[in-house]
Nanobody, 126 residues
Framework: VQLQASGGGLVQPGGSLRLSCAAS????????IGWFRQAPGKEREGVLC????????YYADSVKGRFTISRDNAKNTVYLQMNSLKPEDTAVYYC????????????????????WGQGTQVTVSS
């Protein structure tokens, strides 16, 4: 199982970025996939998670209306579209999958996720 996150960078406030998470070694549409972030000195937090079974999603309050998650099953890739970015969105962003999600359902707490990709830095600054 491997996850490869990409797409981070430097963007001005109000700008947009799309992060990609390419999966290999498993079919991601069967498992929950989550995007998480960790800012310096802060705990890792769940940003957006999507169920593998029914497409249900969880959004952190801080990103509702600005971030969306989507899945391209043909490419085995999940995307995080981030719009109206704010300086407080600055963090290292990670994607991860919960291999137990078919049994226990969708959650977006980092402890539930057992396979992680490397992080990609997102910096929102003028």
């Amino acid at each position: 199982v491997q996850l490869q996150a990409s797409g981070g960078g430097l963007v001005q406030p109000g700008g947009s970025l799309r992060l990609s998470c390419a999966a290999s070694g498993f079919t991601l549409d069967y498992y929950a996939i989550g995007w998480f972030r960790q800012a310096p000195g802060k705990e890792r937090e769940g940003v957006l998670c999507i169920s593998g079974s029914n497409g249900n999603t969880y959004y952190a309050d801080s990103v509702k209306g600005r971030f969306t998650i989507s899945r391209d099953n043909a490419k085995n890739t999940v995307y995080l579209q981030m719009n109206s970015l704010k300086p407080e969105d600055t963090a290292v962003y990670y994607c991860a999958t919960d291999s137990s999600s078919p049994v226990r359902g969708l959650g977006c707490s980092p402890w539930r996720y057992d396979y992680w990709g490397q992080g990609t830095q997102v910096t929102v600054s003028s």
